[in-house]
């Protein structure tokens, strides 16, 4: 079969990930192998493939195939967030374009809607995961809705209600004017923003006397009930006991003192509406101030406001800044710059609001998640997230968890009166109500069920729980659970993932993951978070048909450092299907070769195979040490290397035949089996080349597919062999480097001398590495001498002095300011290694092999040093 001549990604990437799906290798049920288990942070069921959902799920998938190589019985538990609040205004704007009001449906019919919406457009998402490559157990897919998280989410509203962890209470609360519901304080943005400060004039109540007060909200003045002032500020002695005139509405309201009024902002003087912000609440309850409330749900002011009712309350402020100036009332207005409180969905400011809602206790049920991430039970990657995460467990407020929308898990609780009764049913309800209030003729109908619903994350918190119905089927959470790494941004470590560990410990007594890799940001190359707004967030589609999914996929992850931000640029996508490229030419290079079973192998072909063991098990050892500490990008330009340059560049060189000639079997067969081994070790980073790389170098048997393949075998480096092999390369690179500056043609044969060193003597006797250097350096013969020679062209490898015994002028300025410069480096070098050995502290505190390989280093720099020398003072007198 011909091959083309160049990988087309198109051509295999359907083919092969429906060939995995149809034998199996994605799905997992429980036996005797060792379980490896990873739960996707589950996308918003609105929402399609962007640039970080991308980074995310490829981490996901490499740590899962990398796993189902090795063995190990994966399960990757795919699904979508049901998302409240987003998934309600999509379906609300939807019926908006069809002429229907929200307002205008019951309950039922506007899920109806909701529902139909959510079978049409939700789950795209995971579907465009699919070109991506990612290889979720797809027969396990979750939807926070569904059936069994449903009933997960409300047994844990009734056990944590009937264990005194649940309440209902009257507080502060964020709410979103736009989307009409409160907001925790975890799903808010505090943003610095331009400003105005108001200030303005507060008369003393039977006097001509005044107050000035600064405010940033002129249209809260109507819900007015107090003047404060520090009891420390001198300025305001007199005004003890005495009243002042709320501007516009002239209500007489006290001055009081409270200390947390700061003396030095705007006056000193602070006007006190407890309805509408959190600090001034609490103000009011320590002074037992009245709460008047003047702004309604949908932020326009209501009757208690007196005037401009019924107006937005940003026009308000407009409205009443100009009364005030009418009045006389205005001072004066400055620019100012202050925190903005913004909904994180709707980007709209947040109104503070008093209102009556549900709250986790969350202090009765925070102590084994900070411990057992304090003590590394759950380990964090990078560590430095545990300092954030412990500031906020250590800070942790009680979690408002009701939601003003339909669009969700129903809060199951019932009232009656002024009686509440939380069960899982009306039925439990209704019969907790007959019991309770001695009523046995109470129905169904005379209770009424809450109207809200709970928080999105009420029910993700409890995901790695869920998705293996935990609650129910014991046996199964059992096998998977704890999972072992969760991969997600650190953005939310607050908002899900110290839930679930708190959710975990309170119901499994167990952590949810082993390990949390936090990804970073996907930026621009100028550091610009990627967003609509900017044009700067490329079309995650289009990049797959672009690049292919592996060209994709090694783009992100070679710029993708542990937890460090992720700057993208194309370029690296084209980097990824250039090096698909390269290992396809490596295909066909080899499928070219003709195999004669009656030749032997030449000593060249078996040194540089047993090189190429070396430097396998060299670069297995670094990948493997990478992948412990999720280093997955190092993993990757680790194995980049060794395919391009090791063995693409080098070992190919070194075994490929002369033009026309046969290759000896064992040669062909060490060849084939390393690129076997490169694409099982490359596979979770690149699947679709790797898979056909892997079937059209050879046959293979029904079901040896390279996403199930074995791993290479354990070997042990020959670090002396690289030593030498690194030689003969830097020979090599050398020598082509003369030719080229030398006008010499590619293939002519050279005579290559070197001065005798225990380098050059040990290479010169062993016949293997003797004949791997004549041939990928095209050298006739390597001679020694006690003396560098003269004539011909210098040059310094490792440690020791060689000349191209060719005719030619040499430049001996220029070869001396060579030298020079080559001096100038080594000298710092040299200097840097003994400045570090000179350490104390790092002497006695790294590792043995770390000191040892520094001193090699020394050694070495200072041999070469002495080459150098000499050759200056061959050459430049």
């Not at 739960?39 to 740590?63: A, C, E, K, R």
């Not at 006056?267 to 702004?295: F, M, S, W």
């Not at 079309?539 to 048909?545: I, K, Q, R, S, V």
């Not at 693409?648 to 290759?663: G, H, N, R, T, V």
Request: aromatic fraction near 10%; proline fraction near 4%.
């Amino acid at each position: 079969m011909e091959l083309s001549t160049r990988f087309n990604p198109a051509d295999v990437e359907d083919k092969w990930y429906s060939h995995w799906e149809s034998k199996g290798y994605f799905h997992s049920e429980p036996d005797d192998r060792e379980a490896y288990s990873i739960v996707i942070p589950p996308p918003n069921v609105t929402g399609v493939l962007h640039m970080g959902h991308m980074l995310n799920n490829t981490i996901q998938d490499i740590l899962i195939r990398k796993a189902r190589i090795e063995g190990k019985n994966t399960c990757w538990v795919p699904g979508t967030d049901h998302a409240s609040i987003a998934t309600e205004a999509k379906v609300v704007r939807m019926l908006r374009e069809k002429g229907i009001k929200k307002s205008d449906l019951t309950r039922e019919k506007f899920l109806e809607y909701a529902w139909e919406w959510k079978e049409k457009y939700g789950g795209i998402i995971l579907q465009q995961l699919r070109k991506l490559g990612a290889s979720c157990d797809w027969e396990r897919t979750s939807f926070t809705m569904d059936e069994v998280r449903s009933d997960g989410v409300l047994k844990v509203f009734v056990d944590l209600y009937n264990s005194g962890k649940l309440y209902r209470g009257l507080r502060m609360v964020n709410w979103d004017p736009e989307a009409k519901t409160v907001l925790s304080n975890e799903e808010v943005l505090h943003n610095d923003e331009n400003a105005k400060l108001y200030y303005v004039k507060y008369m003393i109540e039977g006097s001509d006397e005044f107050l000035t007060v600064a405010t940033k909200r002129p249209e809260t003045i109507m819900g007015d009930t107090a003047v404060a002032v520090n009891p420390k500020d001198e300025r305001y002695k007199h005004l003890e006991g005495k009243r002042a005139i709320v501007p516009l509405i002239n209500r007489s309201v006290p001055i009081i003192q409270d200390d947390y009024v700061d003396v030095e902002f705007g006056t000193g003087a602070l006007k006190v509406t407890p309805a509408h912000d959190p600090n001034d609440y609490d103000i009011g309850q320590r002074h037992n101030l009245e709460v008047i409330a003047t702004i309604n749900e949908d932020g326009r002011l209501n009757e208690k406001a007196q005037i401009h009712v019924g107006e937005d309350r940003f026009e308000a402020r407009k409205t009443v800044t100009n009364d005030l100036e009418e009045a006389g009332l205005l001072v004066k207005v400055e620019e100012y710059v202050t925190s903005i409180v913004r909904s994180e969905r709707t980007n709209s400011v947040v109104e503070p609001m008093l209102s009556l809602q549900w709250y986790v206790d969350m202090k009765k049920i925070v102590d084994p998640a900070l411990e057992n991430v304090l003590n590394n039970t759950v380990q964090f990657f990078p560590e430095k997230f545990k300092n954030t995460y412990r500031h906020w467990m250590e800070n942790i407020r009680d979690w408002c968890i009701s939601r003003q929308l339909w669009w969700g898990h129903r809060i199951p609780a019932w009232y009656y009166g002024e009686e509440v009764f939380v069960a899982l049913t009306a039925e439990d309800a209704l019969t907790q109500a007959q019991e309770k209030l001695n009523k046995p003729e109470l129905t169904i109908d005379d209770l009424k069920q809450d109207e809200d619903v709970l928080d999105t994350w009420f029910s993700s918190w409890l995901w790695p729980i869920t998705v293996f119905d935990g609650f129910n089927d014991p046996e199964t959470l059992k096998y998977y659970y704890p999972t072992n790494v969760l991969v997600t941004g650190w953005d939310i470590i607050f908002l899900w993932v110290a839930r679930m560990i708190m959710a975990g410990y309170e119901w499994e007594n167990e952590k949810p993951f082993h390990h949390v890799y936090f990804t970073g940001m996907v930026r621009d190359k100028q550091r610009r978070k990627m967003s609509k707004s900017l044009g700067n967030s490329p079309d995650a589609l289009e990049l797959l048909e672009k690049f292919g999914a592996d060209g994709v996929r090694f783009g992100m992850l070679s710029c993708s450092p542990a937890g460090g931000d992720l700057l993208f640029d194309e370029k690296l996508c084209d980097q990824g299907k250039n090096f698909c490229n390269k290992l396809w030419s490596a295909l066909n290079l080899i499928k070219g070769w003709t195999v004669d079973d009656s030749l032997p192998i030449p000593a060249a072909n078996q040194k540089a195979i047993e090189w190429f063991h070396s430097v396998k098990a060299s670069t297995i050892d670094a990948v493997e040490k990478n992948f412990k500490e999720y280093r997955l990008s190092e993993a990757l330009i680790s194995l980049y290397s060794f395919a391009w340059n090791d063995y693409c560049s080098w070992f190919l060189e070194m075994m490929k035949p002369d033009y026309q000639k046969p290759i000896d079997p064992v040669s062909y067969q060490a060849t084939v089996d390393f690129l076997s081994d490169i694409c099982t070790l490359l596979h979770p980073f690149m699947p679709f080349v790797t898979e056909e790389i892997w079937h059209l170098l050879k046959e293979r048997s029904e079901g040896e597919d390279c996403i199930v393949s074995q791993p290479p075998g354990t070997e042990t480096s020959d670090e002396h062999l690289l030593a030498q092999f690194k030689l003969i390369k830097d020979i090599t690179s050398n020598v082509r480097d003369i030719r080229n500056k030398n006008g010499l043609k590619k293939k002519e044969l050279l005579d290559l001398m070197a001065v005798k060193s225990d380098e050059t003597e040990a290479l010169v006797s062993d016949k293997g590495l003797v004949d791997v250097l004549k041939k990928i350096a095209f050298v006739n013969s390597l001679d020694l001498s006690d003396t560098a020679p003269d004539g011909g062209i210098a040059f310094i490898s490792g440690k020791s002095a060689f000349n191209v015994m060719v005719e030619v002028k040499v430049d001996a300025e220029a070869e001396c300011a060579k030298l020079k410069a080559d001096l100038e480096h080594q000298l710092k070098f040299v200097a840097g290694v003994e400045k570090k050995l000179a350490n104390e502290r790092f002497v006695n505190n790294a590792p043995e092999q770390v000191v040892q390989l520094e001193h090699k280093k020394l050694a070495d720099g200072k041999a070469r040093i002495e080459q150098i020398e000499a050759r200056m003072a061959q050459i430049c007198g």
